[in-house]
């Protein structure tokens, strides 16, 4: 993959992020406060001011994300951002995570 196919995919990728953790705030599903600078994503859990972090890092052409649980890394396999680690789908991973850090 390019370096510009990349970028165009990383930004989607948080885009589709902030969407879902801005409809999650407007259902009254969690209590967020989304902030972005440049490539870096920073979701903000209002009851307990934890935080989760979601970047690309286009030298690994990958998206990373930071949550009390740890920290993962992702690669897109053609179709979903995959964990280098067990797999897991990066969306799937977000929304259980943040259920649980947003208690």
């Known amino acids: 993959m390019t370096e510009s196919d990349f970028l165009t995919l990383a930004e989607s990728c948080l885009n589709q ?21 440049g490539n870096v994503l920073t979701i903000e859990f209002v009851n307990n001011g934890s935080k989760m ?3 690309s890092q286009a030298p ?8 009390r ?7 897109y396999d053609g179709q979903q951002w995959r964990n280098t680690r ?8 977000l929304s259980a995570l943040a259920q649980e850090q947003g208690r």
């Open 17 to 37: 992020v902030e969407e879902m953790f801005e409809k999650a705030f407007d259902n009254d599903e969690l209590d967020v406060e989304c902030s972005r600078t």
């Open 60 to 67: 690994m052409q990958e998206m990373w994300l930071a949550a």
């Open 86 to 93: 067990d797999g897991s789908e990066l969306f799937s991973t």
């Open 53 to 55: 972090i979601v970047n």
């Open 69 to 75: 649980a740890g920290g993962y890394h992702y690669k």
